[in-house]
């Protein structure tokens, strides 16, 4: 039985498939150089691919309690 799983990961999607004791995982469709013998080990890496993937990115601030306010 093949079990497939996806997450939202930012602006990202993590699927993790698990079939014959080995899980998958993929990150925007492009599937992680290894495989995984746990759903949490799977999921990890690609929260962390998704994380470094992200790092070089700027960040803005776009809303929030004082968002509008002059200081």
């Known amino acids: 039985m093949l079990t497939k799983l996806a997450y ?3 602006a990202h999607t993590l699927e993790v498939t698990a ?9 925007d469709g492009v ?3 290894r495989w995984y013998t746990s ?3 799977a999921w990890t890496a690609g929260v962390t691919e998704a ?5 070089g990115k700027a ?6 309690a004082d ?4 200081g």
Not at 19 to 27: E, F, I, K, P, Y
Not at 51 to 55: E, M, N, P, Q, V
Not at 67 to 70: D, E, F, K, S, V
């Open 39 to 41: 759903l949490a080990d």
């Open 67 to 70: 968002a509008g306010q002059q």
């Open 59 to 64: 960040c803005s601030f776009v809303e929030g």
């Open 31 to 33: 599937i992680l150089d």
């Open 19 to 27: 079939g014959h004791n080995r899980w998958v995982a993929a990150l």
């Open 8 to 10: 939202e990961v930012g």
């Open 51 to 55: 994380i470094r993937l992200d790092a």
